[in-house]
């Protein structure tokens, strides 16, 4: 198992619910990524942090809401989805941003699987 | 716009049967190449990072090769536990800190 610890594992929500993911990586890093991976579909990147600065969104609805309160912890709120939303959503971390140049490997997380009815 | 391809979508293989996974990308200056395994309902777990063309790693029964186009990930003697399914990535320098994942190759081994 890897650093980085994802809750809830699985989720089942309807589209009024008002819910939120959590991340939280013990490895010591500085940047933080969420991803989606639903069915037949390549991983999507939908936010980078940087030391606890978003430094990307990747056009995502604005249903999602990140939180990266500090290195160690990312949130990601949900309201208000879409049964297409269903999807596991996956934590990464790495050591640093891209930002300082070099390429660095992302650890990822076990995901929540989430259900929207 | 950066892309990474792989094939085949699906391998099934006799459990000593060799092979190889084909990732084939196009990307705006290569930081590097990610190869990640993923087992059902899990994350991604991380096999190798190449940075370079020629470059080449091995880890137990895998071993990844690089070249300016493409990347292989050779399956010497495959046991049933290698079925997975095998992501490629990559990171440009255009990307802050984003990896391009390709769609993954299912591998199947059988005993």
């Known amino acids: 198992e890897t650093g980085v610890t994802q809750t809830p594992r699985h989720l089942v929500m309807g589209m009024t619910n008002k819910k939120s993911l959590k991340c939280e990586q013990h490895l010591g890093h500085n940047a933080m990524y969420w991803y989606k991976q639903s069915a037949k579909k390549p991983l999507e990147l939908m936010f980078v942090?940087?030391?606890?600065?978003?430094?990307e969104n990747n056009s995502v609805p604005s249903r999602f809401s990140p939180e990266c309160p500090n290195s160690s912890h990312l949130f990601l709120h949900l309201h208000t989805l879409q049964p297409e939303d269903s999807a596991l959503y996956l934590c990464?971390?790495?050591?640093?941003?891209?930002?300082?140049?070099?390429?660095?490997?992302?650890?990822f997380g076990p995901g929540t699987r989430l259900t929207v009815l | 716009e950066d892309q990474v391809t792989q094939s085949p979508e699906a391998l099934r293989l006799q459990e000593g049967e060799s092979s190889s996974l084909n990732c084939s990308y196009t990307?705006?200056?290569?930081?590097?190449l990610f190869w990640y395994r993923q087992d059902p309902g899990k994350g991604p777990e991380f096999l190798f990072t190449l940075y370079s063309a020629g470059e080449e790693k091995e880890k137990e029964r895998l071993k990844a090769t690089l070249t300016k186009k493409e990347s292989f990930l050779h399956i010497t003697a495959p046991k049933p536990e290698d079925s997975a399914t095998y992501l490629c990535?990559?990171?440009?320098?255009?990307?802050?800190?984003?990896?391009?994942f390709g769609q993954g190759t299912t591998l199947q081994v059988k005993p």
């Open positions: 990464a971390s790495s050591q640093e941003s891209i930002l300082a140049g070099g390429a660095d490997t992302q650890y």
């Open positions: 990307v705006s200056g290569l930081r590097g």
């Open positions: 942090y940087n030391f606890k600065e978003q430094t």
């Open positions: 990535a990559v990171q440009g320098s255009s990307n802050t800190g984003k990896l391009i």
